[in-house]
């Protein structure tokens, strides 16, 4: 088992990474009206590159003007975005740090009083935080031209300097609407059995890959299962096989908790890392997330075969987890956090009150 503190490199381009930390991506809300990285934001994620994360990627940020999920969500849909995009990847890159963009499309939770549209979909859906707002079936020329511009993102973010992307395959939006049964009930090439619902992606990663140069790292997030969706872990194992044939540098699996476990064949109770690496046998590097926080939960991903380990709360209340976990027994404060700790850690008023909505993770003030 590696040294999270170790160097990496991915296998087909060779780029290294510094050490095996990623700071996954977090939504923050900073970004401004118009999808421009703000300061605010720029400032958050260079600390981190400043704090030592091998990786740094950005919020999930959307490939079209109308699959925007949120308010403050971060733009890479147009060519305005491009100079915040490289003021932020020039930084990371003089700090030592590898930069990805995370790209997006929110399809069914795309709502349409931020976009002004009917939010689209694998196939007519809704779900209960669209309060009862319906999506619409996607058409093929509309498909094909998502498709182009998730490419069209990616060129873009590695025209502005970043080291590469990560597809969000994962969390129910559009990219898993298609893969799962329950929200992809086409019957033409872009449905059916898994294969068909895999096509939205297979072809997404096609065009990035035609749109980028070779050394441009591109990856993709999944979940291993999703039940609204009807998205099961064999059938996300098969498809992040797939993923490995045709060519990504690495597999993010979101697990939420690093610590659940499935049962396999025999009943033996397996970790969700360890069912990823066991089916991809060290084809692919593996990054794995969720409730990763000090030294011991670092060494038990790592033990289950992940590659790089990725945090999102310990990286929002320490900007420099990867240092803090270079002490022996290292174990970095948990939640909750004052105002005052989160502000210094980088967080602007805006991010801090997004956070209050996560459980715990604030103190409120009087
Ligand atoms: C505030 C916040 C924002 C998030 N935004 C994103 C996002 O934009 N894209 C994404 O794939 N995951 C997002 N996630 C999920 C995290 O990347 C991560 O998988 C999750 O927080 C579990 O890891 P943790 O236990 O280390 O926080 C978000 C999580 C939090 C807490």
Known sequence: ?????????????????????????????????????????????????????????TAAANVTEHGRGWEGELGVWSDHHVPGLSHLASKLSEQGAVSLAQLFHGGMRSPSNLTGVQPVSASENTEPSMKGIVARELTHVEIESIILAFGSAAARCEAAGFSGVELHGAHSYLISQFLGPKTNRRSDQWGGNLQGRTMFLQRIIQEVRAQTSHEFIVGVRLSPTIQDLGIELQETLEVAKWCTDWGLDFIHVSCWDVFQTLPDTNGEETSLTKWFSN???????IITTGKIWDGDDVRFAMDQGADLVGVGRAGIAHYDWPQ?????????????????HLKQAGLSDTFVTYMSRWNGFVIPQD
């Open 1 to 57: 088992m590696a040294d999270a503190l170790s160097e990496f490199s991915f296998p087909r381009t060779g780029l290294t990474v510094r050490n095996r930390t990623v700071l996954a991506a977090l939504t923050n809300k900073q970004s401004h009206e118009d999808g421009v990285l703000s300061q605010e934001e720029h400032h958050w994620l260079t600390m981190r590159g400043e704090g030592g994360f091998g990786i740094v990627t």
């Open 279 to 285: 089916h991809l046998d060290g084809k692919i590097p």
């Open 324 to 340: 803090q976990l270079s002490e022996a027994d290292a174990s970095p404060e948990k939640p909750p956090f004052t105002v005052e």
